[in-house]
């Protein structure tokens, strides 16, 4: 036992290392999330680290799809430029583009501390300022003297284009925006100025709304990254809140399941110990009570002694009452089932309860259908069932009341007992209490009746373990009827299963040797 106990200690301590570990990390990605989410709107983050790793993304996203353009761009502007002009362009044009690339995989690269830093903004600032010059060269390129008016809308196209891609690329970062796209509105527009032609002072002027009208845009993709960015904050703040309370709900199980166990050590201990002076008590009492030792001339005495006596069993109940409930929850309460008849139990019950009931004048209805099969189901569980229920209905029936109890089968197959009241009834709002443990309802508490709150519960426990059902229903000036079920998988005749094939050969059993 002592290298097993140690063993089991161990183990124990390093769990609740873990989870404590796990605790305190979780803590401080809540208090993150929370001063991020809830500071006021002047310190609250921009996202930044965030928005720097969209930038990047989309720039390799976009690896390739750049080079085809200016390709397409240098395949068409040599109609008008001299290709060796166009080649140069081209290969400043990509190798700018490919430094980009190239920054953005070392971005992505580079451990979070770093990502963190403003130098990696002032690169991509930078090299986003080259990559827009390199663009605005190309309208720089001199022409050849056949280039016309196609050549002026080619020119125009090809701004409108390059300005929209890189405001799709550079939106998450406006330094890169304005550093991408400036440079070329600023080239073509003077370009378009030097001209003498309405044409080219519309174009440029055109030139300088689109430039307005991409800015506005990369703006709003702004906006729309930041609220996407928050929406994924929230919801991380929601996973860390979900998993602080997983956590807890863990050590809160953690700690019902060592009160639950420490409880059925402290009920296993205790039963012993007070069942032993109990029965003590009880034989003692009950030997002074019935004056068996001789005549007690003092009746205050006697009266003493009757009291200890009933003191003793009610105390005797209790104890029972709660060990037979907490071997039931703790899954340990056994059936010893057998072929039997309701009709049986809930006649010895019935003589059991004439004592209790003839004091109080009441009087006990049976209606017991005849003809009724076995049932497979521990007897004494059964007659703990019936007994609490009668003893209910008789503790709650005023004097010359009426008890009803009706055996009969069910309409799915199965047999039900049920015991009706002619009592006080219980109020609706009641019965959810009244159906728990220790529950009682206001009637009980006035009129001090004695219990323990404890049957109800042993009932439903019991009737769950026979698989069958618990019904109770009450008004108040009305009485209440309770009834419990038993499913028709329960009959002695019901061979659907293996579980019900082993039923019947039990019966089989039990029928040849009472016949022997």
């Not at 845009?217 to 809140?241: F, P, S, W």
């Amino acid at each position: 036992m002592g290298p097993l106990a140690s063993d089991s200690g161990e183990e124990n301590i390093a769990i609740n290392k873990q989870r404590a570990q796990r605790r305190r990390e979780m803590a401080r990605s809540a208090k993150g999330v929370r001063s991020r989410l809830g500071a006021p709107q002047s310190f609250r983050t921009t996202f930044d680290p965030e928005r720097q790793h969209l930038f990047a993304d989309t720039r390799i996203n976009a690896a390739y799809a750049v080079p085809l353009l200016a390709m397409i761009v240098a395949a068409i502007s040599v109609f008008w430029i001299n290709p060796v002009f166009v080649g140069y362009w081209f290969v400043l044009t990509i190798g700018t583009h490919a430094s980009m690339v190239f920054t953005s995989k070392a971005f992505e690269r580079a451990p979070a501390d770093q990502k963190a830093k403003i130098y990696w903004t002032n690169r991509f600032v930078l090299g986003d300022f080259i990559y827009g010059c390199s663009w605005a060269s190309f309208f720089l390129l001199p022409k050849t003297s056949e280039a016309g008016d196609g050549f002026v809308i080619f020119h125009f196209a090809t701004v409108l284009i390059v300005v929209a891609m890189n405001t799709m690329q550079s939106a998450t970062l406006p330094k890169c925006l304005l550093a991408s796209t400036i440079p070329i509105t600023l080239v073509v527009t003077i370009s378009f100025l030097q001209k003498v032609d309405p044409i080219h002072y519309t174009l440029a002027a055109m030139a300088i709304g689109a430039q307005g009208f991409f800015f506005i845009l990369g703006n709003q993709l702004l906006k729309n990254a930041n609220t996407m960015l928050e929406y994924r904050a929230d919801k991380d703040h929601l996973i860390v809140e979900l998993e602080t309370a997983n956590a807890m709900s863990d050590e809160a199980r953690r700690r019902a399941e060592a009160a639950n166990v420490a409880k059925s050590r402290f009920l296993a201990t205790m039963s012993h110990e007070l069942r032993t002076p109990l029965n003590a008590i009880l034989g003692f009492s009950e030997i002074m009570k019935d004056e068996v030792l001789g005549k007690m001339h003092n009746e205050t005495y006697r009266s003493y002694s009757e009291d200890i006596h009933g003191s003793g069993e009610h105390l005797l109940n209790l104890i029972n009452e709660i060990l037979d409930l907490s071997r039931i929850e703790a899954g340990r309460h056994e059936l010893h089932e057998e072929p039997l008849f309701l009709n049986d139990i809930v006649r010895e019950c019935s003589s059991m309860m004439k004592v209790r009931a003839k004091a109080k004048s009441i009087a006990l209805h049976h209606a017991l259908e005849p003809g009724l099969e076995r049932v497979w189901a521990d007897e004494r569980a059964l007659r703990q069932v019936v007994l609490n229920l009668m003893s209910n209905a008789v503790k709650f029936t005023p004097v010359n009341g009426n008890v009803y109890i009706k055996v009969g089968p069910t309409p799915d197959g199965g047999q039900y007992v049920t015991v009706e009241d002619t009592g006080p009834g219980i109020p609706e709002e009641e019965i959810p209490t009244v159906l728990e443990a220790f529950g009682q309802g206001s009637h009980a508490i006035k009129s001090a009746e004695p219990g323990t709150g404890l049957g109800l519960s042993i009932v439903q426990a019991l009737v769950g373990m026979h698989e069958g059902k618990f019904s109770l229903k009450s008004r108040p000036g009305e009485g209440t009827a309770v009834t419990i079920s038993l499913p028709q998988s329960r009959n002695m005749n019901y061979a659907d299963g293996v579980g019900s094939g082993k039923r019947s050969e039990a019966g089989a059993t039990s029928e040849k040797a009472k016949s022997a």
